[in-house]
C-alpha cells in the first residue's frame, strides 16, 4: 500500500458543531479515478485509524482540479469511507483555502456539483450549492403497521429521505437524542433495503427528520452512515430542508431560513436568483455559518 507522503493533514476543527477536517491531495493530480480512490481510503485510515479521531467526522479532501474553471477539486471522506457531499465540510475547506483580505473566494469541483465559497470574515463562512430540484418525489411507505409520507430529494451529492417527526412520532429535543438516532437509523436502514429490491427506487444515502417551519426558522435531524447522528444541521440537508419549505408554502425563493440541528447549531438559507428561471430549473441555494478551527 502507498504511504501516506503526497496527502497533508492541513486541520480540523468544527462547522456549527459538527467535527471537520481537511487533507490537501493537490499535488500529484489523479486523473484515474481508481488510484483517487486509494489515496481517499489512506486519508480515512490515516484520520480515524492512526490519529483515532471522532468516528462522526468528515474529512474534506482539496484535490487538484480537472478544468481551469474551478480552483480545486473537492472529496469527503467519513469513518465509514468516502461521502457523495457535505456542507459542513465544504465550510472548513473555503475556510482553509481562502483569507478575507487577501483572497476570500474560492471555487470547487465537487462530484455533486459546482459549489462557490466565500470567506466572510470573523469564521464566518458562506458557501453557494449546486442547484437543487424544486420539488421532491413523493411515497407512501407502510413501515411498522403505519404509513409514512417519505420525501425524495438530492442535494450536493447526497440523496435524502425526508420524513416529520410527527409521523415517525419521535421527538428531536435533547433528551430524546438516543431514542432519535437508534429510531432514525432503524427506518434508514429499511429505505435502503426496501430500495435494494426494487428496480425504480435509488436508496436514500441519508434520513431527514422535519419539524414544521415557524416563522422563518425550523429544526431537522439528520441520520447518515452507520446511525450517525449529525452534530450540525448538515449543509446538504439544509438545502433539502429549503426546497421542501418552499414546497410548502412555509417560505418563498430568496427568502432565508434558519435550520437547527437538535444540538441547537444551525445555518442560514436563502435562494438566489440563477440564470432565466431558477425557481424552474432549480434552487441555487446559499448556506452560511460560523467554522472554528483547533
Known amino acids: ?8 493533514f492541513v486541520a480540523e476543527g468544527t462547522s456549527e458543531g459538527q467535527p471537520v477536517a481537511c487533507y490537501d491531495l ?5 486523473d484515474d479515478t481508481a488510484e483517487l480512490a486509494g489515496w481517499l481510503e489512506l486519508i480515512r485510515v490515516d484520520y480515524f485509524e492512526t490519529r483515532g ?9 482539496v484535490v487538484a482540479p ?10 469527503f471522506v467519513a469513518a465509514a469511507g468516502p461521502l457523495g457531499g457535505c456542507g459542513e465540510a465544504t465550510l472548513f475547506a473555503t475556510y ?6 487577501v483572497y476570500p473566494s474560492v471555487t470547487f469541483e465537487t462530484s455533486g456539483g459546482q459549489i462557490v465559497g466565500s470567506n466572510l470574515g470573523s469564521g464566518r463562512i458562506a458557501i453557494q450549492m449546486p442547484a437543487v430540484a424544486p420539488a421532491s418525489v413523493v411515497q407512501q411507505v407502510e413501515y411498522e403497521d403505519e404509513f409514512l409520507r417519505i420525501r425524495s430529494v438530492m442535494a450536493g451529492g447526497n440523496r435524502f429521505a425526508a420524513v416529520s417527526a410527527d409521523d415517525l412520532g419521535i421527538r428531536l429535543d435533547q433528551p ?10 432503524d427506518l434508514l436502514r429499511w429505505l435502503r433495503r426496501r430500495a435494494s429490491t426494487s428496480s425504480e427506487q435509488q436508496a436514500p444515502d441519508m434520513l431527514l427528520i422535519t419539524e414544521p417551519v415557524a416563522g422563518s426558522s425550523t429544526r431537522s435531524a439528520v441520520i447518515w452512515g452507520d446511525s450517525v447522528l449529525n452534530r450540525g444541521p448538515c449543509g446538504t440537508g439544509t438545502c ?20 437547527e440541528s437538535p444540538f441547537g447549531y444551525s445555518f442560514e438559507a436563502h435562494s438566489i436568483a440563477v440564470g432565466a428561471d ?17
Request: charged letters at 20%; one cysteine or more.
Open 240 to 259: 433539502v430542508r429549503y426546497v421542501l419549505a418552499v414546497e410548502d408554502g412555509d417560505v418563498s425563493p430568496g427568502s432565508h431560513l434558519v435550520h
Open 1 to 8: 500500500m502507498t504511504e501516506l507522503t503526497s496527502a497533508k
Open 53 to 61: 479521531s471522532d468516528p462522526s467526522a468528515i474529512v474534506a479532501v
Open 26 to 30: 493537490t499535488l500529484p493530480e489523479h
Open 278 to 294: 431558477s425557481t424552474t430549473d432549480g434552487l441555487n441555494i446559499v448556506l452560511s455559518g460560523v467554522v472554528e478551527m483547533v
Open 96 to 101: 482553509a483555502c481562502t483569507n478575507p483580505d
Open 176 to 185: 430524546s437524542l438516543d431514542e432519535l438516532t437508534v429510531t432514525g437509523s
Open 66 to 75: 480537472s478544468t481551469s474553471f474551478v480552483d480545486y477539486g473537492l472529496r
